[in-house]
């Protein structure tokens, strides 16, 4: 209890410093900067949101030469990242202590889980075609339902311009044969606009078991297409639609009980994956705009092959069909706190199918289905332009689970000085996964129908204060979390394991900061930070969660921005890990620790001309030797060297 009552102190602290009476004549105008996509039910300003949150746009993907989001989430406070070994290799994403399938990821508002495992791999996403990318922390179901119980990862690809058109080509070249081309085209007239984008990138990759001395290289070729037609003057047609085909070698652990027991051993196992994902929509504007409804379309496909020792041994296959429908209406009470309401209801319908395929056995093949029904409501008041409140509450009808019911309330309060005090409370729900529902591999799981989904409770605390005329922000929040229901699985005596929820409470709290400025002209510097304590109902640690971890980086643009520079460091502090090597013991995993490490990046790019720049990179500058996973390797030192081409035009 003393740690827990140390954090919220500490942020109550802040608070109180933060905020002298300042008369009404030295109020300052709070800047609400950019929209935020994910932000609820409809976009709302950064500024205005109390929910916790980081937006990564396209600059900063390309200042810092980021070539996979995961990359870019480690600059995310709250957010942890799991890889093994290899770019490629699946990456799992973690929030504030969560499992990974507690996060829901959208990309161009539609759900790219996965089904068997609930959960989104990153590493198959290229960061090459995206515009921004939205990080909302803290239970999110009552506005997306099931996965977000721990928070949203929203990508948004870029769009076409306007009256104007602009084709562009990278490539680049690099260690452990990587190579990479991303072409682009962005074109747009009076209206309509219209992208699409290509990212091939493939790789050697070096040996990520200890044993043997087999490379692990990985290939991706990613498409990705979005238009938005204006019908009418008030009538608007969008559609998005993603594909991609990839493969990823990968080594095993050894489970036959002999010396190498529990270790990555080097086998000729590899996972070939193809997604694809698209939606398409209408929106209305009624009333001059106060009025708007939305109908959508979308969905998503997810095939997994996998390979042991040169032969496929598994594959399955998940399907999503969503169809939604939202109406927003919005008024104004001006003589009543000069109050802006935005009132939003809606209504989800959404089919899941998931089967396995051959070579699995004849009582696996059958396809396993579920449905949902979700009715939204969701509702935002801005008073005096200082208070931005907003409420949320859903109802899921399952028809393979207990009907649920999430909710969600926050608050931002801008108060002189520039400075912004946010909060929010809520729950969150995920279900059980298809595997763990029905089953997989009737030689080493057994499937739990009885399974009841996780349920979540969070709330977060925190203070934004700029200084310097805006040149210099920071951030903390405090967060709290309890999860209640907890799926995991146990090891049998038999050899087989199965999925069960965990009796008690698992709690998780911590200290997110966030820290932005530009001291000099043509210096930008970002920092973030994350104390982390995350638990089981035993009150063993959650593997995979460092206690400490952050972020700085540093881009200084010189030669009237024709020329910068840069220089990232990640720090991911110690954590735990199970390790296997004497599971025929007693049947279970034991902890491992992994030790802690730092990673720099440097690198800079020169813009030749208008049209051509060049750059490149330098990843892991000191060679550091660190582990994500326990008996995973990670790569050494690596360069990189490229070219991007630019051709556009301001009218068509």
């Given at each position: 209890?003393?740690?827990?009552?140390?954090?919220?102190?500490?942020?109550?602290?802040?608070?109180?410093?933060?905020?002298?009476?300042?008369?009404?004549?030295?109020?300052?105008?709070?800047?609400?900067?950019?929209?935020?996509?994910?932000a609820g039910r409809t976009p709302a300003p950064s500024g205005a949101i109390g929910r916790a949150h980081t937006v990564l746009d396209s600059q900063r993907i390309e200042e810092l030469q980021i070539r996979y989001v995961s990359e870019a989430l480690r600059h995310v406070p709250g957010v942890s990242v799991s890889q093994t070994g290899t770019t490629g290799g699946i990456t799992q994403v973690r929030m504030r202590g969560s499992e990974s399938n507690h996060v829901l990821v959208m990309i161009d508002g539609v759900e790219a889980n996965e089904l068997s495992q609930g959960e989104f791999d990153f590493g198959g996403l290229l960061a090459a075609d995206i515009e921004r990318i939205e990080v909302l922390r803290g239970p999110q179901s009552a506005f997306w339902g099931s996965n977000a119980t721990a928070g949203v990862i929203n990508i948004v690809t870029k769009s076409g311009r306007r009256g104007s058109s602009e084709a562009r080509v990278t490539s680049e070249v690099g260690s452990d044969g990587t190579a990479m081309l991303n072409p682009s085209l962005r074109v747009g007239g009076e209206r309509y606009d219209f992208a699409v984008s290509g990212a091939f990138r493939r790789n050697d990759g070096f040996n990520i078991s200890d044993l043997g001395t087999e490379d692990d290289g990985h290939r991706n070729a990613t498409v990705n297409a979005k238009t938005r037609i204006d019908l009418a003057h008030n009538l608007f047609l969008d559609a998005s639609g993603r594909y991609v085909d990839r493969s990823a070698d990968s080594d095993a652990q050894d489970f036959s009980g002999g010396p190498y027991q529990g270790l990555v051993i080097d086998t000729d196992d590899w996972t070939d994956t193809t997604e694809s994902l698209g939606g398409i929509g209408l929106t209305w504007e009624l009333l001059g705009g106060r009025f708007v409804q939305e109908a959508r379309l979308k969905g998503s496909q997810i095939r997994r092959d996998n390979a042991t020792d040169g032969a496929r041994s598994s594959s399955n296959e998940g399907s999503r069909v969503e169809g939604t429908y939202q109406a927003t209406f919005n008024f104004d009470t001006p003589e009543l706190l000069d109050a802006h309401h935005r009132l939003t209801g809606g209504v989800e319908a959404k089919r899941e199918t998931y089967r396995n395929l051959p070579p699995a056995t004849p009582d696996q093949l059958e396809e396993q289905e579920r449905r949902t029904t979700s009715f939204v409501a969701e509702y935002r008041v801005d008073l005096l332009d200082r208070l931005f409140l907003t409420g949320a509450v859903r109802h899921d009808d399952n028809d393979a689970f207990e009907n649920t019911t999430t909710w969600s309330a926050s608050a931002a309060y801008l108060l002189p000085t520039e400075t912004r005090l946010h909060a929010s409370v809520g729950t969150g729900i995920t279900n059980p996964t298809f595997t763990e529902q029905f089953g997989y591999y009737p030689d080493s799981f057994i499937a739990n129908p009885d399974l009841k989904p996780e349920e979540s409770f969070g709330w977060d605390v925190g203070i934004e204060r700029s200084f310097f005329d805006g040149r210099m922000t920071a951030d903390i929040t405090y967060f709290n979390a309890t999860l209640r229901d907890e799926i995991t699985t146990i090891y049998l005596p038999s050899g087989l394991s199965t999925a069960v929820n965990q009796s008690g409470k698992s709690p998780r709290e911590g200290v997110e900061f966030a820290f932005t400025a530009r001291p000099v002209e043509g210096l930008s510097v970002t920092a973030a930070y994350t104390y982390l304590s995350a638990r089981n109902p035993d009150g063993s640690a959650e593997i995979r969660r460092p206690r400490h971890s952050g972020s700085v980086s540093a881009v200084y643009t010189f030669a009237e921005g024709r020329a910068n520079v840069f220089a990232?460091?990640?720090?991911?502090?110690?954590?735990?890990?199970?390790?296997?090597?004497?599971?025929?013991?007693?049947?279970?995993?034991?902890?491992?620790?992994?030790?802690?490490?730092?990673?720099?990046?440097?690198?800079?790019?020169?813009?030749?001309?208008?049209?051509?720049?060049?750059?490149?990179?330098?990843?892991?500058?000191?060679?550091?030797?660190?582990?994500?996973?326990?008996?995973?390797?990670?790569?050494?030192?690596?360069?990189?060297?490229?070219?991007?081409?630019?051709?556009?035009?301001?009218?068509?």
């Amino acid at each position: 209890m003393r740690g827990r009552n140390g954090l919220a102190g500490l942020v109550a602290g802040s608070l109180a410093l933060a905020a002298p009476h300042v008369p009404a004549a030295a109020q300052e105008v709070f800047d609400l900067g950019e929209i935020v996509v994910s932000a609820g039910r409809t976009p709302a300003p950064s500024g205005a949101i109390g929910r916790a949150h980081t937006v990564l746009d396209s600059q900063r993907i390309e200042e810092l030469q980021i070539r996979y989001v995961s990359e870019a989430l480690r600059h995310v406070p709250g957010v942890s990242v799991s890889q093994t070994g290899t770019t490629g290799g699946i990456t799992q994403v973690r929030m504030r202590g969560s499992e990974s399938n507690h996060v829901l990821v959208m990309i161009d508002g539609v759900e790219a889980n996965e089904l068997s495992q609930g959960e989104f791999d990153f590493g198959g996403l290229l960061a090459a075609d995206i515009e921004r990318i939205e990080v909302l922390r803290g239970p999110q179901s009552a506005f997306w339902g099931s996965n977000a119980t721990a928070g949203v990862i929203n990508i948004v690809t870029k769009s076409g311009r306007r009256g104007s058109s602009e084709a562009r080509v990278t490539s680049e070249v690099g260690s452990d044969g990587t190579a990479m081309l991303n072409p682009s085209l962005r074109v747009g007239g009076e209206r309509y606009d219209f992208a699409v984008s290509g990212a091939f990138r493939r790789n050697d990759g070096f040996n990520i078991s200890d044993l043997g001395t087999e490379d692990d290289g990985h290939r991706n070729a990613t498409v990705n297409a979005k238009t938005r037609i204006d019908l009418a003057h008030n009538l608007f047609l969008d559609a998005s639609g993603r594909y991609v085909d990839r493969s990823a070698d990968s080594d095993a652990q050894d489970f036959s009980g002999g010396p190498y027991q529990g270790l990555v051993i080097d086998t000729d196992d590899w996972t070939d994956t193809t997604e694809s994902l698209g939606g398409i929509g209408l929106t209305w504007e009624l009333l001059g705009g106060r009025f708007v409804q939305e109908a959508r379309l979308k969905g998503s496909q997810i095939r997994r092959d996998n390979a042991t020792d040169g032969a496929r041994s598994s594959s399955n296959e998940g399907s999503r069909v969503e169809g939604t429908y939202q109406a927003t209406f919005n008024f104004d009470t001006p003589e009543l706190l000069d109050a802006h309401h935005r009132l939003t209801g809606g209504v989800e319908a959404k089919r899941e199918t998931y089967r396995n395929l051959p070579p699995a056995t004849p009582d696996q093949l059958e396809e396993q289905e579920r449905r949902t029904t979700s009715f939204v409501a969701e509702y935002r008041v801005d008073l005096l332009d200082r208070l931005f409140l907003t409420g949320a509450v859903r109802h899921d009808d399952n028809d393979a689970f207990e009907n649920t019911t999430t909710w969600s309330a926050s608050a931002a309060y801008l108060l002189p000085t520039e400075t912004r005090l946010h909060a929010s409370v809520g729950t969150g729900i995920t279900n059980p996964t298809f595997t763990e529902q029905f089953g997989y591999y009737p030689d080493s799981f057994i499937a739990n129908p009885d399974l009841k989904p996780e349920e979540s409770f969070g709330w977060d605390v925190g203070i934004e204060r700029s200084f310097f005329d805006g040149r210099m922000t920071a951030d903390i929040t405090y967060f709290n979390a309890t999860l209640r229901d907890e799926i995991t699985t146990i090891y049998l005596p038999s050899g087989l394991s199965t999925a069960v929820n965990q009796s008690g409470k698992s709690p998780r709290e911590g200290v997110e900061f966030a820290f932005t400025a530009r001291p000099v002209e043509g210096l930008s510097v970002t920092a973030a930070y994350t104390y982390l304590s995350a638990r089981n109902p035993d009150g063993s640690a959650e593997i995979r969660r460092p206690r400490h971890s952050g972020s700085v980086s540093a881009v200084y643009t010189f030669a009237e921005g024709r020329a910068n520079v840069f220089a990232d460091v990640v720090f991911n502090g110690r954590m735990q890990d199970d390790s296997y090597v004497n599971y025929f013991v007693d049947f279970s995993a034991e902890r491992v620790i992994l030790d802690d490490y730092v990673v720099v990046n440097v690198g800079g790019e020169y813009r030749v001309n208008d049209r051509l720049a060049v750059f490149g990179r330098v990843e892991n500058l000191f060679d550091e030797e660190y582990e994500n996973v326990f008996g995973y390797n990670t790569a050494g030192i690596t360069g990189y060297a490229g070219l991007r081409m630019t051709l556009g035009s301001e009218r068509l």
